[in-house]
């Protein structure tokens, strides 16, 4: 956990600061903590796969009773099982502290596997925010038939860490093989942050009201940099990865309500050779980009900045002398 105050006074130790400049620092800690304000707006849903102790290691999911945020009735699967890890994907603490386990799915050549479960949050008007984390041991860039995506049940509002059209990540409101999607595989044996937005959720697109879907996969280092060096803005995302990709329709209507379907899939049609296997983390929905990822107090933004002036200058202090 962040500490300003340790952190404040650390840097006084460790870089020789005087104590008016340690003061300063303390007030303006103070002075924009009293007036930072939360920036949540609406959590929908939060899975953190928390079933330690009631589900075992490697037990199948299908008819597993959810436990999470907006999620409503028991796991359900069509094709091969996902199955649960008492293992949470790992990524960086400025995000989240894994709570629970995670969820997996390990299939050859022309098979799929898909995890559904019934949604419980309140109808969505405007924006759409999705974040969840994933990671491939085993992911074969043969084959543009293959994917692995995150989607609305009907195959809406889909995200893809591995498109159906393209080598690389994809996002689509219109089914997941209509996905505007790059060519830059995601690595393997590496744990993304797969964040997306969707915009005009629950209006008709049209000309005059488009809808834009955008989605960034981020490494934990990618991840950090955003937050200090990028503000934790969501203007600055696609600065700190080159993996991001957009897509605007202007029809249709595509709706998120009670009544939805949340779907985790996978398919190895056209895959060739090789195997996926893919492990789901972590997933958010909400209406704010803070609501499905960790972005610190505008006070500790401002602390972490002026920290990193604060170092310049005492560098330069010891070069003088």
């Not at 860490?161 to 690389?168: F, L, R």
């Given at each position: 956990m962040f500490k300003p105050y340790n952190f404040i006074f650390s840097l006084k130790n460790n870089l020789y600061l005087p104590m008016n400049l340690i003061q300063k620092l303390l007030s303006i800690y103070l002075l924009t903590s009293t007036c930072a304000c939360s920036v949540y707006a609406d959590l929908l849903v939060y899975e953190s796969f928390n079933y330690t102790g009631s589900?075992?290691?490697?037990?199948?999911?299908?008819?597993?009773?959810?436990?999470?945020?907006?999620?409503?009735?028991?796991?359900?699967?069509?094709?091969?099982?996902?199955?649960?890890?008492?293992?949470?994907?790992?990524?960086?603490?400025?995000?989240?502290?894994?709570?629970?386990?995670?969820?997996?799915?390990?299939?050859?050549?022309?098979?799929?596997?898909?995890?559904?479960?019934?949604?419980?949050?309140?109808?969505?008007?405007?924006?759409?925010?999705?974040?969840?984390?994933?990671?491939?041991?085993?992911?074969?860039?043969?084959?543009?038939?293959?994917?692995?995506?995150?989607?609305?049940?009907?195959?809406?509002?889909?995200?893809?860490?591995?498109?159906?059209?393209?080598?690389?990540?994809?996002?689509?409101?219109?089914?997941?093989?209509?996905?505007?999607?790059?060519?830059?595989?995601?690595?393997?044996?590496?744990?993304?942050?797969?964040?997306s937005k969707f915009t005009h959720v629950g209006s008709t697109l049209s000309a005059g009201t488009p809808g834009t879907a955008t989605v960034w996969a981020l490494t934990a280092s990618e991840y950090d940099n955003w937050l200090s060096a990028g503000g934790g803005l969501e203007a600055n995302l696609s600065t700190y990865t080159d993996r991001w990709t957009t897509q605007t329709l202007t029809e249709g209507t595509f709706n998120v309500t009670d009544s939805s379907i949340l779907e985790l899939a996978s398919t190895t049609t056209g895959l060739g050779s090789g195997s996926l296997y893919v492990t789901y983390d972590e997933l958010r929905f909400g209406t704010t980009l803070s609501d499905v990822v960790l972005i610190p107090e505008p006070s500790s933004l401002l602390l972490l900045s002026l920290a990193g002036a604060v170092a310049l200058v005492a560098t330069r202090r010891k070069q003088t002398f």
């Amino acid at each position: 956990m962040f500490k300003p105050y340790n952190f404040i006074f650390s840097l006084k130790n460790n870089l020789y600061l005087p104590m008016n400049l340690i003061q300063k620092l303390l007030s303006i800690y103070l002075l924009t903590s009293t007036c930072a304000c939360s920036v949540y707006a609406d959590l929908l849903v939060y899975e953190s796969f928390n079933y330690t102790g009631s589900v075992a290691d490697n037990a199948i999911m299908n008819g597993v009773e959810s436990n999470a945020t907006g999620v409503s009735g028991s796991y359900s699967r069509g094709g091969s099982d996902f199955k649960y890890s008492t293992t949470g994907l790992s990524f960086s603490p400025n995000f989240s502290t894994p709570s629970g386990g995670s969820v997996y799915l390990n299939i050859s050549n022309s098979q799929y596997g898909i995890l559904k479960v019934g949604l419980d949050a309140e109808t969505v008007s405007g924006d759409l925010y999705h974040s969840f984390l994933f990671r491939s041991s085993l992911l074969t860039a043969t084959g543009n038939n293959n994917g692995t995506f995150s989607r609305i049940a009907g195959d809406k509002l889909s995200v893809s860490p591995k498109s159906k059209v393209a080598e690389g990540i994809g996002i689509g409101y219109n089914g997941s093989a209509n996905e505007t999607a790059d060519n830059d595989l995601l690595l393997e044996n590496t744990t993304y942050l797969m964040l997306s937005k969707f915009t005009h959720v629950g209006s008709t697109l049209s000309a005059g009201t488009p809808g834009t879907a955008t989605v960034w996969a981020l490494t934990a280092s990618e991840y950090d940099n955003w937050l200090s060096a990028g503000g934790g803005l969501e203007a600055n995302l696609s600065t700190y990865t080159d993996r991001w990709t957009t897509q605007t329709l202007t029809e249709g209507t595509f709706n998120v309500t009670d009544s939805s379907i949340l779907e985790l899939a996978s398919t190895t049609t056209g895959l060739g050779s090789g195997s996926l296997y893919v492990t789901y983390d972590e997933l958010r929905f909400g209406t704010t980009l803070s609501d499905v990822v960790l972005i610190p107090e505008p006070s500790s933004l401002l602390l972490l900045s002026l920290a990193g002036a604060v170092a310049l200058v005492a560098t330069r202090r010891k070069q003088t002398f």
